[in-house]
């Protein structure tokens, strides 16, 4: 692969990649400058083009706000979406700032607190989720956060995430890191994981002996979908693309999974003709009679975030009064689908989006009992991060990908015996 320009226009030589492990200030004092990957307006584009390593001055916090020295970072397609200024640019989220430092998951000690933070302090060990909102907003304090005008996903739709050396994040965004995972393991599963969470246990209310149907089971919000309805003693079904993945969703919990391949028919692709239609909706009831074969009897619940591809077989599948709960749209976001199955059978359709903090720390809790466990595929360099974007974007990625920021190497963080993280090239 050909290496990463690493000076960007207009800006002084960055700070060696390898380097970042090092900061020669104390916590509670800032450094004069941090190396930072930068996407600008100005270069939007393939993420090993629009991803720039500069130097740039650490965030100062404001009242309510920790700075964060970034030990590891999580890899999200976001900022795939960021480099390539698509489907919106990310500076309309954050006109006032000129760079955009992408990143919205991260294990890291805590560095420096503005005024009123008193639940943490310097020195903590901590991992953070995603969700921002304005102290301001009567939601906040009655209804939820994510209802919230101000919502917004940091490390997306705000500057300021984890692919530098120091992040900036609203102190209720903080958690304490799981003393039985190492930096990268404990990086790598916030985003996915505690959206999975609110879907099946705030959303959906799941209940011992439920049944769900769990698509893209062994991709990054699927392992711990099926997890989670193992704890809740709820049955899973994976749908899957491959033998080796369904062996993973059974070792995670799975009752038993499908290969979709088998299925190829099923799949909603848009501006079928009637015959066409006509044959996709006849695999899509063959899919459906396998489902309600494994699991017993159709599905309580379908957890969806495909969208267009698999959305008309989740509503035919979900039984009478059923479910199907969606966070995403990876294959489209237009949906169509037959409506007489949803208002005659009585089906309803929940979306989801993150999670608040309350949400956020009670799934915490489940990761740090070891209850719930990441699943990791791959730990890269600092220097690999617009590799990393890459990957993704070119979908040559087998799973998760955490970075190494001021850790130095990979198996530092560790400060209690425990499980970790499971290692498994996964995907939908």
């Known amino acids: 692969?050909?290496?990463?320009?690493?000076?960007?226009?207009?800006?002084?030589?960055p700070a060696n990649p390898q380097n970042v492990a090092e900061v020669d200030v104390e916590p509670g004092t800032l450094p004069e400058s941090m190396a930072a990957w930068v996407i600008r307006e100005d270069r939007f584009g393939e993420p090993r083009d629009a991803f720039q390593l500069e130097d740039i001055q650490p965030p100062e916090p404001g009242p309510f706000e920790v700075v964060i020295r970034v030990m590891a970072a999580g890899v999200n397609f976001n900022n795939v979406w960021a480099a390539l200024g698509e489907p919106v640019s990310v500076f309309r989220y954050h006109p006032e700032e000129d760079h955009h430092i992408g990143g919205s998951d991260a294990s890291g000690i805590v560095w420096k607190c503005g005024d009123g933070v008193t639940r943490w302090k310097p020195g903590d060990e901590v991992?953070?989720?995603?969700?921002?909102?304005?102290?301001?907003?009567?939601?906040?304090?009655?209804?939820?956060?994510?209802?919230?005008?101000?919502?917004?996903?940091?490390?997306?739709?705000?500057?300021?995430?984890?692919?530098?050396?120091?992040?900036?994040?609203?102190?209720?965004?903080i958690l304490p890191k799981p003393k039985n995972l190492t930096w990268e393991e404990a990086a790598s599963y916030g985003l996915t994981y505690f959206t999975a969470y609110?879907?099946?246990?705030?959303?959906?209310?799941?209940?011992?002996?439920?049944?769900?149907?769990?698509?893209?089971?062994?991709?990054?919000?699927?392992?711990?979908?099926v997890q989670l309805c193992q704890l809740a003693g709820a049955r899973a079904l994976g749908v899957v693309s491959s033998e080796r993945k369904g062996e993973l969703v059974e070792r995670l919990g799975a009752v038993g999974y499908i290969d979709r391949r088998e299925y190829d028919g099923m799949a909603r692709r848009g501006g079928e003709s009637p015959d066409e239609e006509k044959a996709r909706f006849k695999e899509s009831r063959r899919f459906c009679k396998e489902v309600a074969e494994q699991l017993g009897a159709p599905p309580d619940i379908v957890f969806e975030h495909s969208g267009r591809a698999t959305f008309p077989t989740s509503v035919l599948a979900v039984k009478p009064f059923g479910?199907?709960?969606?966070?995403?749209?990876?294959?489209?976001?237009?949906?169509?689908?037959?409506?007489?199955?949803?208002?005659?059978?009585?089906?309803?359709?929940?979306?989801?989006?993150?999670?608040?903090?309350?949400?956020?720390?009670?799934?915490?809790?489940?990761i740090e009992q070891s209850l719930i466990r990441p699943v990791l595929w791959r730990t890269m360099g600092f220097e690999s991060v617009a590799e990393a974007h890459q990957l993704l974007r070119d979908n040559q990625h087998l799973g998760k990908i955490a970075i190494l920021v001021g850790a130095s190497e990979e198996g530092l963080g560790r400060t209690e015996e425990g499980p970790g993280a499971i290692r498994a090239e996964v995907g939908a």
């Open 1 to 13: 692969m050909a290496q990463t320009d690493l000076t960007p226009r207009g800006a002084s030589p």
């Open 127 to 173: 991992v953070l989720h995603c969700n921002q909102a304005s102290y301001e907003d009567p939601e906040v304090h009655g209804l939820d956060p994510l209802a919230a005008p101000s919502q917004q996903i940091w490390g997306y739709e705000t500057s300021w995430g984890s692919f530098a050396q120091f992040c900036k994040v609203q102190a209720q965004q």
């Open 198 to 225: 609110r879907m099946l246990i705030d959303q959906c209310n799941i209940q011992a002996g439920d049944r769900v149907l769990v698509w893209g089971a062994a991709g990054g919000l699927g392992v711990f979908a």
């Open 323 to 366: 479910k199907v709960v969606i966070c995403g749209a990876t294959s489209g976001y237009n949906l169509d689908f037959d409506v007489r199955y949803l208002w005659m059978r009585q089906k309803q359709i929940i979306g989801s989006h993150f999670a608040n903090a309350w949400q956020a720390n009670k799934a915490n809790e489940l």
